[in-house]
């Protein structure tokens, strides 16, 4: 099946900056890289995804980049505010292997 | 309106005990998911169902047992449990259709599970 890895573990960001996180994929034949965010005792809930067939994606402050040569796909988060505190994960494969999860805590 | 419910959303109970979480979706979705999410937040795959067929099975101990009486409903029967089988528990459902893992998962509110 499907190896995710994501990293950072944890990240922590000024607001107003950027944040970055970065996963990596095994399988060759994934297709779908959504991210998903989930706040302190909530469900994840889907920001963001990106098929195989496109680069980039961006909405709002929030976009995904994929190389598929390289097998790994990007969270970018710009003008970061403390309401982007969560843990984030990415997702990769038929069977939607997850990524062990980022926390990211935006300081006012 | 809910789109993915889960109950109970607590379960507190003893070790050795058996007990079953229920998960519901009205999204008209093909395929189902487990996922047990432990203290690390970790996200981790159990099972997946689609059209009420048993698609994904990790390597999780055969005390855990899901049952799919539609493809509206996917529901979680445990035995024997252990404290290590503490954690969050959360039901999802997405669009069928091969591969089932390309599209969006919708997650139910999760059920907190305590084992004493």
């Known amino acids: 099946g499907e190896n995710v890895e994501q990293h950072p573990s944890t990240l922590s960001v000024q607001e107003g900056d950027s944040a970055v996180i970065k996963c990596t994929y095994s399988d060759s034949a994934s297709n779908y890289f959504p991210w998903y965010k989930q706040e302190l005792g909530k469900r994840p809930q889907l920001i963001i995804d990106i098929r195989s067939n496109v680069g980039e994606k961006k909405d709002q402050r929030i976009a995904v980049t994929l190389n598929k040569t390289a097998k790994h796909f990007s969270l970018h988060i710009t003008e970061t505010q403390p309401e982007d505190s969560a843990v984030y994960f990415c997702?990769?494969?038929?069977?939607?292997?997850f990524g062990a999860g980022t926390r990211l805590t935006v300081k006012p | 309106d809910t789109a993915v419910s889960q109950t109970p959303k607590y379960l507190v109970t003893q070790m050795g005990n058996d007990k079953s979480i229920k998960c519901e979706q009205n999204?008209?979705?093909?395929?189902m998911y487990w996922y047990k999410q432990d203290s690390k937040k970790f996200l981790k795959i159990m099972f997946s169902?689609?059209?009420?067929?048993?698609?994904i099975n990790e390597t999780v101990p055969n005390r855990f047992s899901p049952k799919s009486p539609d493809k509206a409903h996917l529901n979680l029967h445990i035995n024997s449990l252990e404290l290590g089988d503490s954690a969050v528990y959360f039901c999802?459902?997405?669009?069928?259709?091969?591969?089932?893992?390309?599209?969006?998962?919708?997650f139910g509110p999760g059920t907190r599970l305590t084992v004493t």
């Open positions: 999204l008209g979705h093909d395929t």
């Open positions: 997702a990769a494969g038929d069977d939607m292997r």
């Open positions: 999802a459902s997405s669009r069928g259709g091969v591969p089932s893992g390309t599209y969006e998962q919708y």
């Open positions: 169902y689609n059209n009420k067929e048993l698609i």
